[in-house]
């Protein structure tokens, strides 16, 4: 059974190619397949985050160009932005979410984070710009988890670590749970493992939440109740109709 949108046979196995073949590492970004999963964000869509982090958090654009080498890896495809020169819009996102992020639960030093669905690192890697996090899990598939390790490892991100599910050891408590649409992918039976085993443990959660799957996963209702100091509001920039941000 599948685990999640992306568990789809072609992406975990795009991810292991990026590990096992540095050629192809050096353009994984540009992959086909690969884009229907991440990398897809729009250059009208960097430039409605670049909108929201002017307005919220504007000095984070001091750090544009520590923010620019998540570009340096994989060759996203960049576009010009105002005056920040040449920058992805999947990077203008991440950046967005960092925002968002400092907006909600303020500064994020010492924290002990862990993230649902990583990608292929690129929202540790930001807020790693900024805070120095005490740890940094990250949860996904083996092969997505072997990416993301390969790729924060080369830009020297510290204290991060990717790993499966499977086997992992959680930890007591954490500081803060981050999954941007991952989690409301995931079917139901392994967000029933996910909310026992780690989200129940979190003092801080922030969850961009996507209702397009197409397989049993939680109901808006049910993600909403899952804590009951869960607040809910808009995605911003919206990307789908039925997407909405949950925070506690």
Request: contains cysteine; negative net charge; charged residues 25%.
């Amino acid at each position: 059974m599948k685990s999640s949108l992306s568990d789809n046979n072609t992406y975990p196995s795009i991810c292991q190619l990026a590990v096992d073949s540095d050629d192809f590492f050096l353009s994984f970004k540009q992959n086909e397949q690969y884009r229907e999963i991440l990398e897809h964000t729009s250059f009208n869509q960097g430039m409605s985050y670049l909108d929201v982090i002017k307005r919220d958090n504007p000095y984070l654009l001091d750090n544009i160009d520590k923010f620019k080498e998540n570009d340096s890896l994989g060759c996203p495809n960049k576009y010009q932005y105002d005056t920040l020169g040449e920058i992805s819009p999947s990077t203008l996102r991440y950046i967005k979410i960092l925002s968002d992020l400092k907006k909600l639960f303020g500064n994020l030093n010492g924290l002990d984070i862990v993230e649902i669905g990583g990608g292929y690192g690129g929202q540790c890697k930001i807020i790693s710009d900024i805070f120095n996090f005490k740890y940094y899990d990250i949860l996904d598939l083996k092969s997505v988890s072997n990416l993301i390790n390969k790729y924060l490892s080369k830009l020297d991100v510290k204290n991060a670590k990717a790993y499966p599910i499977e086997g992992y050891l959680c930890k007591d408590k954490y500081d803060l749970i981050i999954s941007n649409y991952a989690f409301s992918e995931l079917n139901r039976s392994v967000q029933n493992e996910y909310l026992n085993k780690i989200i129940n443990k979190c003092v801080h959660g922030y969850m961009i939440c996507n209702m397009i799957n197409n397989f049993d996963s939680f109901s808006k209702e049910e993600l909403i109740g899952m804590n009951k100091n869960i607040r809910i509001t808009e995605e911003e920039p919206k990307t789908h109709q039925n997407n909405f941000v949950i925070y506690w």
